[in-house]
């Protein structure tokens, strides 16, 4: 699954990089992805919207195994 998650987050770098920012994987638990928001995202306030909205939705569609992605420090 950590494979597949990483191609998925490898389609939405260019995005987030686009206004400069940037997503990596932190590690997996279980059905959990976590990941950390880095450049201009780290602090934005429409992270929470871009992590929700973007990210997990877009992971979930790709690997239906994953139910939550939450950000972490």
Do not use: F, W, Y
Request: charged fraction near 25%; aromatic fraction near 0%.
């Amino acid at each position: 699954m950590k494979e597949q998650v990483e191609k998925v987050l490898d389609k939405i770098r260019p995005m987030l990089q686009r206004d400069g920012g940037n997503v990596e994987l932190v590690g997996i638990e279980g059905t959990i992805v976590k990941v950390r928001l880095t450049g201009a995202c780290h602090g934005c306030p429409m992270s929470q919207m871009t992590l929700k909205a973007g990210i997990e939705r877009i992971i979930k569609q790709e690997v239906p195994e994953v139910t939550q992605v939450v950000a972490v420090m």
